[in-house]
């Protein structure tokens, strides 16, 4: 069964640094592009960056560029989203989805449970 | 960037009712990369329709998606009470981009 599992919620002041991750298991984690969504308190989804876990190549949404750092570790099948410096504005829910392909489509069919983050001072 | 405009933003219907969801993209964008998802309070987004009109495995069949140049239709041909949620159309062709969502909710 192909699962997606992300570490659990976080509060942090602002200024602080911060790994998340997403945990993949049941398929062969560096074939598939993992990509990380934010979704901002009751509000729509925005897509932040794109990694493939075999050799790491990484999209940025421009919106994210510079912002945060999308990264893998492919020998432990885990994808991570940091930041280096937090913002109260960075509050939100954090997804990591799978994409996959088939019979030329694209799609995320897999995601994660969401990762919380709490910035506040 | 491809902006994905959804609408409307909220739908009012009664269960049984047939709800269509529009997304409209800024550029022609490539089929094969629209996707719609459902998303459901305190859950994550769920694959209903992919390629514009392939439903994902264990959908059930009242859900259909459809294309007419830029325009992308969901339609759900008889709302169940589990259908109230909020629907999200993406693309992944050019970069990503989501569309701002639908709201179904009950009348």
């Known amino acids: 069964e192909v699962q997606l599992v992300q570490s659990g919620a976080e509060v942090k002041k602002p200024g602080d640094s911060l790994k998340i991750s997403c945990k993949g298991s049941g398929y062969s984690f560096t074939s598939n592009w993992i990509a990380w969504v934010r979704q901002m308190p009751g509000k729509g989804l925005e897509w932040m960056g794109i990694?493939?876990?075999?050799?790491?190549?990484?999209t940025y949404s421009p919106s994210f560029q510079g912002q945060v750092t999308i990264s893998a570790d492919k020998s432990i099948s885990t994808a991570y989203l940091q930041w280096g410096s937090l913002k109260a504005s960075d509050t939100a829910m954090y997804y990591c989805a799978r994409r996959d392909c088939s019979g030329g489509s694209c799609y995320s069919d897999y995601w994660g449970q969401g990762t919380l983050v709490t910035v506040s001072s | 960037e491809i902006v994905l405009t959804q609408s409307p933003g909220t739908l009012s219907l009664s269960p049984g009712e047939r709800a269509t969801l529009s997304c409209r993209a800024s550029q022609s964008i490539s089929s094969a990369y629209l996707a719609w998802y459902q998303q459901k309070p305190g859950q994550a987004p769920r694959l209903l329709i992919y390629g514009a009109s392939s439903r994902a495995t264990g959908i059930p069949d009242r859900f259909s998606g459809s294309v007419s140049g830029t325009d992308f239709t969901l339609t759900i041909s008889r709302l169940e009470p589990e259908d109230f949620a909020v629907y999200y159309c993406q693309q992944s062709g050019t970069s990503w981009t989501f569309g701002q969502g639908t709201k179904v909710e009950i009348k």
């Open positions: 990694i493939y876990p075999g050799d790491s190549d990484t």
